[in-house]
Nanobody, 122 residues
Framework: QVQLVESGGGLVQPGGSLRLSCLAS????????MGWFRQAPGKEREFVSA????????NYADSVKGRFTISRDNAKNTMYLQMNSLKPEDTAVYYC???????????????WGEGTLITVSS
């Protein structure tokens, strides 16, 4: 029903910035909590950030707090992840996700994007 498409991935140097976008279609965008997960090579997928349907509530994994900012534009059916001060350990495939509840988002994702690769390296 809901399709999620990420964009903005690529290669960036340590300390650099990158902005990811996730375009949603096929559903009522504002009714979904949205967020990002990532999976580094050879490692398990981990939670990065989430935002409530109206965009008034956000939370972040400790590893990215203060460096990443999540936002959404419901008029454009788009969610964003602004990534600053990037580190090599941020290298991963980043996945856009949508779920019914903001507070249980990490354990109740309903829809996933296909992922976009972020490589942080000099």
């Amino acid at each position: 029903q809901v399709q999620l498409v990420e964009s903005g991935g690529g290669l960036v140097q340590p300390g650099g910035s990158l902005r990811l976008s996730c375009l949603a279609s096929g559903g009522t965008f504002s009714s979904y909590a949205m967020g990002w997960f990532r999976q580094a090579p050879g490692k398990e997928r981990e939670f990065v950030s989430a935002i409530s349907g109206a965009g008034t509530l956000t939370n972040y994994a400790d590893s990215v707090k203060g460096r990443f900012t999540i936002s959404r534009d419901n008029a454009k059916n788009t969610m964003y992840l602004q990534m600053n001060s990037l580190k090599p350990e941020d290298t991963a495939v980043y996945y856009c996700a949508a779920g019914p509840n903001y507070y249980s988002f990490r354990r109740a994702v309903e829809y996933w994007g296909e992922g976009t690769l972020i490589t942080v390296s000099s």
